[in-house]
T-cell receptor, first 112, second 113 residues
Framework: SQKIEQNSEALNIQEGKTATLTCNYT??????LQWYRQDPGRGPVFLLLIRENEKEKRKERLKVTFDTTLKQSLFHITASQPADSATYLC???????????FGRGTSLIVHP | EAQVTQNPRYLITVTGKKLTVTCSQNMNHEYMSWYRQDPGLGLRQIYY???????DKGDVPEGYKVSRKEKRNFPLILESPSPNQTSLYFC????????????FGPGTRLTVL
């Protein structure tokens, strides 16, 4: 069956370090993958999208990689700040399904 | 301000009492969808709409109805709510389809007693 896996354990890091979050998937041929940020009690906010034919995407302190061979996406936040503390969700969709599937998210806690 | 609005934000109701959660977007987006979010299960899509009068089932449509009579509105209807529909609900919209960035509403926390 199709599955998306994100680390269920919270990631604790020190301010200024690089946070790396993982999104693994099985039995998908995703056309693209998205990353969202969600704060407690609020709706997810879109961060980055990467397509199947792209290896890497950057936006300010954020970087996403997409390895379709490993079936994995890595999400990096460089020079992390306490304000980056949130839950980060990955979502993917097989081309044409119109139904994105979200991972359960990984909580990131950045300590000052 | 570009946004997706939902009402009500909080609702406590009883089993079997029909309710509607409204969703409206002001970005002229074609694609709209409803999700529910439950602890340990993540976001799951209930229904989506590609455009006016075009709706289709997502992953968990049982017990829900939707309609898309106008481009900006996409209400979620629970004809006979049950306790297993207690959840946090999000409406989202995007240009064209889910392929694009989705804008989420603030959420509606529903409790069915």
């Amino acid at each position: 069956s199709q599955k998306i896996e994100q680390n269920s354990e919270a990631l604790n890091i020190q301010e200024g370090k690089t946070a790396t979050l993982t999104c693994n998937y099985t039995n998908y041929s995703p056309a693209y993958l998205q990353w969202y940020r969600q704060d407690p009690g609020r709706g997810p906010v879109f961060l980055l999208l990467i397509r199947e034919n792209e290896k890497e995407k950057r936006k300010e302190r954020l970087k996403v990689t997409f390895d379709t061979t490993l079936k994995q996406s890595l999400f990096h936040i460089t020079a992390s700040q306490p304000a980056d503390s949130a839950t980060y969700l990955c979502a993917l969709e097989s081309g044409g399904s119109y139904i994105p599937t979200f991972g359960r998210g990984t909580s990131l806690i950045v300590h000052p | 301000e570009a946004q997706v609005t939902q009402n009500p934000r909080y609702l406590i109701t009883v089993t079997g009492k029909k309710l509607t959660v409204t969703c409206s977007q002001n970005m002229n987006h074609e694609y709209m969808s409803w999700y529910r979010q439950d602890p340990g299960l993540g976001l799951r899509q209930i229904y989506y709409s590609m455009n006016v009068e075009v709706t289709d089932k997502g992953d968990v449509p049982e017990g829900y109805k939707v309609s898309r009579k106008e481009k900006r509105n996409f209400p979620l209807i629970l004809e006979s709510p049950s306790p297993n529909q207690t959840s946090l609900y999000f409406c989202a919209s995007s240009r064209a389809q889910a392929y694009n960035e989705q804008f989420f509403g603030p959420g509606t926390r529903l409790t069915v007693l």
